[in-house]
């Protein structure tokens, strides 16, 4: 079986050690080095080709965001999850538009919610730690106040199982939550996830939350 193959960019050494210590000890997770700043990171990505780079937005030379939007423009296949101490709206959804797949916080994130994080954007999926979350919510409910969307003309067709499974991902919670609170499989909730993406053509889960939002499918 292949390993995740994780790279980390950040310019303090202690959240480069600490990180490391987290993911050495697991056996499906090689780590490839570190970098201490966006440029040699990006020299870094080109030859090692990581399948995941987990890098801070603040550093000397080129932000976490602008490194995000080069491996985008490049078409490097690599995933980016940001892990920073700045989760305000403007840095969460420039953080998505230039193309990350996950974003956690650095104060309140553990072992398991970073592993978690890596699996599942590794497995094709974005990861949103729920204060990341609520802050993309917030700012998708006000943009929809400002105005309608002609969307609304759409005909929705989900299930009652469909809008339960997308009310949890609107308030936030990850694959593994939304299983644990409906009590069925992982594989049944992604299953029906799919479903709901095939329905409306979305391309990624924030496209999801943001369209249910809008156009009021489910009741926060």
């Given at each position: ?9 950040d310019?303090?050494?202690?959240i ?25 990171a990006?020299?870094?990505?080109q ?5 995941i ?10 932000t ?9 423009d490049m078409k ?6 940001i892990?920073?101490?700045?989760n305000?709206?403007?840095?969460i959804?420039?953080?998505i ?12 994130t553990?072992?398991?919610m ?5 699996r ?14 609520k ?5 998708y ?10 969307e609304?003309n759409?005909?929705?067709?989900l ?9 949890l991902?609107?308030?936030?919670f990850?694959?593994?939550e ?13 299953t ?11 391309k990624?889960?924030v ?11 489910v009741?926060?």
């Amino acid at each position: 079986m292949a390993k995740i193959k994780v790279m980390l960019v950040d310019d303090h050494q202690i959240i480069l050690d600490g990180v490391k210590n987290m993911l050495t000890d697991e056996d499906d997770i090689e780590f490839v080095g570190c970098a201490a700043n966006g440029r040699k990171a990006l020299e870094m990505i080109q030859n090692k080709l990581p399948d995941i780079v987990i890098s801070d937005i603040s550093m000397p030379d080129i932000t976490g965001i602008e490194l995000t939007q080069m491996i985008s423009d490049m078409k490097i296949p690599t995933q980016v999850l940001i892990l920073s101490m700045y989760n305000t709206e403007d840095y969460i959804l420039n953080a998505i538009k230039a193309g990350a797949k996950g974003i956690l916080p650095k104060q309140d994130t553990n072992k398991e919610m970073l592993l978690e994080a890596i699996r599942t954007i590794f497995g094709g999926d974005e990861y949103y730690a729920p204060s990341i979350s609520k802050n993309i919510m917030k700012s998708y409910l006000s943009n929809a106040k400002k105005g309608t969307s002609s969307e609304h003309n759409k005909k929705y067709s989900l299930t009652l199982r469909e809008k339960e499974i997308l009310k949890l991902y609107v308030e936030g919670f990850s694959n593994n939550e939304v299983a644990d609170k409906l009590n069925i499989s992982i594989r049944t909730v992604e299953t029906h996830k799919n479903n709901i993406m095939q329905k409306f053509e979305f391309k990624s889960t924030v496209e999801m939350i943001k369209f249910a939002l809008k156009n009021n499918i489910v009741s926060l």
